[in-house]
């Protein structure tokens, strides 16, 4: 009797499987700056993002559908400063990336209908290029704004951090459709940041609006 009852709480804790493989494509907005040590003053900076995303669940817990979920994007970051004061002085930078979030994803809801789901995990990106757009008189600039960034090449190509988002999810008989907000916090820095350089901090930081659709190869 004990071993029948063992089994038969064993046997409830394991979670329903699932063989759910969908594919699909992406594509939003995002909204960028660089975290700077000296600070550099700024709003954030619009950009795009958009590729391809493959995602499997693996189990369901209750209403809970556990799986992970792989990106591959091409996605903008960078900064825009602005200075109150001196409204002529304008300095921006579009850096573009290939970025590849590796996610885990708990969705909550009903397998037709709407879902509420989590996005989380590490995240890598390649810096391809960037183009700089600069105004105003900065010879004559105050001293104590800060400009060494303006010239620097992007000394560091590989970006890497953590990211992390909120989204609903309707699936359809046509496929899944999902809006998610995410923030990307960079770990790497894009300057180089030791004793001898002038930055101690360069970092990125990413917020990305974006909408997916999946379908299912697998269920």
């Known amino acids: 009797m004990l071993l029948a009852t063992f089994t038969l709480v064993a046997h409830g804790q394991i ?9 699909g494509f992406s594509g939003g907005i995002t909204s960028s700056s660089a975290s700077f040590t ?20 693996s189990e369901k817990y209750f ?11 091409f996605t903008q970051y960078g ?10 002085l304008k300095y921006s930078r579009a850096m573009n990336y290939v970025e590849m979030p590796f996610l885990a994803h708990l969705g909550f809801g009903k397998d037709r ?5 989590i996005h989380a995990g ?10 700089k757009t600069q105004s105003g008189d900065w010879a004559n600039a105050e001293s104590n704004i800060v400009q060494e960034q303006h010239d620097m090449a992007i000394q ?19 496929g899944n459709f999902l809006v ?25 930081g990413v917020i990305t609006a974006k909408l997916t659709y999946l379908f299912d190869i697998t269920k």
């Open 113 to 117: 209908g709407v879902q509420i789901f």
């Open 63 to 73: 209403k809970m559908t556990c799986g992970a979920q792989l990106e591959l994007n």
């Open 15 to 23: 979670g329903e499987q699932r063989h759910n493989f969908a594919v």
């Open 122 to 131: 590490p995240q890598i990106a390649f810096f391809l290029g960037d183009k």
């Open 156 to 174: 560091n190509k590989f970006d890497y951090g953590i990211t992390g988002g909120l989204g609903m999810e309707l699936h359809t008989k046509a």
């Open 38 to 57: 000296p600070t550099v003053r700024q709003k954030s900076q619009s950009g795009i993002t958009g590729g391809f995303t493959a995602r499997y669940i």
């Open 79 to 88: 900064w825009n400063e602005y200075y109150q004061d001196f409204p002529t």
């Open 180 to 204: 998610e907000g995410r923030y990307y916090y960079a770990l790497s820095d894009f300057y180089n940041t030791t004793k001898r350089d002038y930055f101690s901090r360069a970092a990125n």
